[in-house]
């Protein structure tokens, strides 16, 4: 079975600045992929990026970027230059393509402050 | 292009009432999902359509809660009758397919439930 660790505290975070959120997975399947959603006050859950397990580039989306490193099984978020709109809930979450089911993290909060 | 629609936004309800949600998907998107978030946690998967047919409802709690897609298009779940650890907020989302690798699901605004 698929799991996904989220286990950073909430943190604070001073605007403009960068931020990492961590994100371990364990799973013995090859092929899987990995996403980032935010999920902001309002509950929605934004798709922020992807990383492919056969991608041997990081994903990249923006203000967003993936630190995938596959022998560690890890897929953390990175968030540069930190808006106040940023503040939110952010769920790391593995799809195996043998089932098609998306697992997700606890999640981590974010507070971006002024 | 429109996002995943769902309604009711918000419902309150007692013990043992029934109650039923409903989600449009994204035009074209033959695969729909409905998990449940309970507070402090992630989505949790309860059902998975790939047009009108079941893929997966092995973590629906079928003696209270089912859910259709009749016409491949929208949905509805509904839990019958509810109990107060039915508290959460369902979110309903749509996918185009289920078998390429970059297959991304789009979610909807989500209904929250309490459960008095």
């Known amino acids: 079975a698929q799991k996904i660790t989220q286990t950073q505290p909430g943190m604070f975070v001073q605007e403009k600045e960068a931020v990492t959120l961590d994100c371990t997975y364990d799973t013995s399947d090859q092929s899987y992929g990995l996403f980032w959603y935010k999920q902001p006050s309002s509950g929605e859950m934004i798709f922020l990026i992807y990383q492919g397990s056969y991608d041997e580039q990081n994903a990249t989306e923006g203000r967003y970027s993936l630190n995938f490193q596959k022998a560690r099984k890890s897929a953390n978020l990175v968030i540069s230059a930190s808006q106040l709109g940023d503040s939110a809930m952010y769920f790391c979450a593995m799809i195996y393509y043998g089932n098609n089911r998306l697992a997700f993290g606890k999640g981590n909060q974010v507070v971006v402050i002024p | 292009e429109a996002g995943v629609a769902q309604s009711p936004r918000y419902k309150i309800i007692e013990k043992r009432q029934s109650v039923a949600f409903w989600c449009n998907p994204i035009s074209g998107h033959a695969t729909l999902y409905w998990y449940q978030q309970i507070l402090g946690q992630g989505p949790k998967l309860l059902i998975q359509f790939q047009n009108n047919g079941v893929v997966d409802d092995s973590q629906l709690p079928k003696d209270r809660f089912s859910a259709e897609r009749l016409k491949g298009v929208d949905s509805t779940l509904k839990i019958q009758p509810a109990k107060l650890e039915d508290s959460a907020v369902y979110l309903c989302?749509?996918?185009?397919?289920?078998?390429?690798?970059?297959?991304?699901?789009?979610f909807g605004p989500g209904t929250r439930l309490t459960v008095l």
């Open positions: 989302a749509s996918s185009l397919l289920t078998v390429t690798r970059t297959d991304t699901q789009y």
